[in-house]
């Protein structure tokens, strides 16, 4: 939100707050990308990281690399855990499974920025329509709705009235 509010484009999972941004500025200002918790919950019971391992070449290569420490010449191995969580471990966040959808949200940022004043029209609005996103409102909401408490009035003075 705070990223939002400073004219930046979302580029994320439809979760959270995104969920809140995708309702104020609209699917054209969002770049939504992953599975919905429907499409989880379904596919979780049979969901197998190493098929999207072996299914995706890019997905391959780039696991390859990390593997082969092309990003960590200086620490080698250091990144050998994330390998083991995403495909011995079973990707219990099932991010390989989001990320075949990432790269094509990718994709379409990349052609949306060619467009300098669409992606400034799309900046403006995500400014514009960011007000929703204030503490007070928040603060407001969540002593309704969770704490389901009521304001203190106070007077001028800081005391309570």
Known sequence: MKFQLNGALT????DGANIEILEEVGPENIFVFGLASDEVARLRPS??????????????RALRMIEEDFFNLLEPGIFRPILHSLLEG????MLLADLPSYIEAQ????????DPAAWDEKAIIN???SGKFSADRAIREYAREIWRISPCPVDGEGGTA
């Open 11 to 14: 580029l994320g999972t439809l």
């Open 47 to 60: 969901y197998d990281p190493w098929e999207v391992y072996h299914g995706h070449a890019e997905i391959r």
């Open 90 to 93: 079973g990707d219990r966040y």
């Open 107 to 114: 994709g379409r940022v990349d052609e949306a920025y060619r």
């Open 127 to 129: 400014v514009a329509r």
